[in-house]
């Protein structure tokens, strides 16, 4: 029967095959496991480490890995192995703590640059122009300065005020493309608030465009965490995270002692690398198309 | 959209500069002047401590320092004018000279690497979107993620504890060995060290998004019609979507240039190299404020000169973008 009615010209074309993607795929796996190990061992290192990381054990100063410093120790005769996992909590705390706080201030920055008037605009940016252009490292050493001696909380908060002008930039573009968008116009006729219209309308639309920059950001606060406290700007020698014990470092130049310096430091790259790739997953997630070459 | 006169337009241009330029020097003049800190230690030394307080007056009036805040800017603009910056107090020299012996090593260092950054970002972004998806360009994506990943001054101990503690091949620190000033060769491996540093940690930024913006284009129209004109992959990559790219790529690199010279800063600080990243940062710990004004402003002339060629660069390629501003400037890692 169907042979009588083939259409001339029509063919059929065989569905594509939806191949069945599997949960993982795609997905930063091995990434998220080495993030995911680092942040619970920094979190629950109290359970495990074998030694206490700040106890300066001065019969045991410089000693190279072996069964019972399984990192070594540091020239003050610290045991490496616990002061990893004890630091990196500090290290990512300060990592996530700076970049909420220039998250939040490059959202009201930006938004703010997107709302109001042209004047108020131009002058803002202008504002940020100038920002930037004081060399980042100055900028941190005057506001350190300013604030008195570092601090976890003040290290974060000057981290924080100075790295949020990207995303406000980020942020004032898309706020100026969807503020006369009909949503929001409706909005404001309810009488919506500043306040409202932010959080409720307009945020929701740029976080994704954002969602990127927020992520390396705080492996950008990790890193600038590490750079102060080894230029000796940051965190004291007593308090201990990834970048104070590297402040050692020139010491343990002069001793050739190797895992004072690579042992932190593939840490600090680990977590880093690891928050990139999520971060780069996020950003190519959000759009891939088939290339036409 | 009405052309502009061009006298207008880069008028308008000076103008903003200039009051970018004041705005920068009032801003650093009161933030460097509200740190607290003894200017007094960087130009007496340890005497300071032994001063009695009718010494230590004379000695603030004789450097203007008991005068209000605004009194002072006001003198060390007369004086900017006139070209007379004031001495610093560590090295109790003019500061143009100061500055002046130290300007060339850092342009060499820095102007250096961004040309090798520029050339080979170019080659690899291109390298890595003609294999797409191979695993040749897997294989760097991964690494490129990882060297850009990793801080500038642990790379730069790695490469000390390495090539010059363990093989003593290349010297550690400094821009040339005592005595030998003028040596070329002795310069050139001093340099090896810290360019290495300078150049794999911004390479792959500017690479990867070369491949990026390449694949980008990979996927327009105008390259599925090139293609089945019949052009040739390599024919397409180069003629077509390359010569898209380029302009935006001229203008981050524009951008970039500050950047870049900021990541020195850390680099010749572990290496002691003497340029202006080692000069800034002592100034800044030690309230040479004069040093540290002429610096601030010389680095903020850089950028905003730099920031305005990329938009010139990005107007004339695309007159929309006198509307909004280059929204693309990166993510910013704090330090350099």
Known sequence: MDKQFIQVGIRRIPAPATKKTKWYEGKPIVSMVILGIIVLGCVCCDLFIPKDPTYMDLYHTNVAPNGEFWFGTDTMGRDIFSMIWYGGRISLFIGFFATVISTAAAILF??????????????????TDIFLSIPGLLLIIFIQAILGRANVLSISFVIGITGWTSIAKVVRTEVRQIRNSEYVVAARCMGAGFQRILWKHLTPNFISSIMFMVVMNIRGAIAAESTLSFMGIGLSLEVISWGSMLSLADKALLSGSWWIILIPGVFLIATMVAVTNIGNWLRKSANRKESNL | MIRKNPFVYYGQKLLIFILSVLLLSVVVFYVSRLAPGDPLVSYYGDRVEKMSVEERRWAEDKLGLNDPIHVQYVRWVENALEGNFGISYKYKMDVLEVIGGRLA??????????VLIFVLALGLGIFCAWHEDNWLDRVICKVGTITSC??????????????????????????????????????????????????VNHLWYYAYMIRNKLLEEVRTEYVLLAKSKGLSKKNILFKHCLRNIIPSYLSIMAISVPHILGGTYIVETVFSYPGIGTLSYESAR?????????????????????????????????????????????EVTNVG
């Open chain 2, 105 to 114: 090593n850092t342009m060499i260092l820095g102007g250096v690497g961004f």
């Open chain 1, 110 to 127: 930006g938004a703010i640059s997107g709302i109001e008037p042209k004047w108020l605009d131009n002058l803002l940016m202008r504002l």
């Open chain 2, 150 to 199: 990793i801080p500038e001054f642990w790379l730069s101990l790695v490469l000390i504890l390495i090539f010059a503690v363990n093989l003593r091949w290349l010297p550690s620190s400094g821009a040339y060995s005592v005595g030998n000033k003028d040596d070329i060769l002795d310069r050139v491996v001093h340099l090896i060290l810290p360019m290495t540093v300078t150049v």
């Open chain 2, 286 to 330: 030690y309230q040479d404020y004069n040093l540290l004004m002429i610096l601030c402003i010389l680095s903020g002339i850089v950028v905003i000169l730099c920031n305005m060629i990329a938009q010139v660069i990005n107007e004339r390629i695309d007159p929309r973008m006198r509307e909004n501003e280059i929204a693309e400037t990166s």
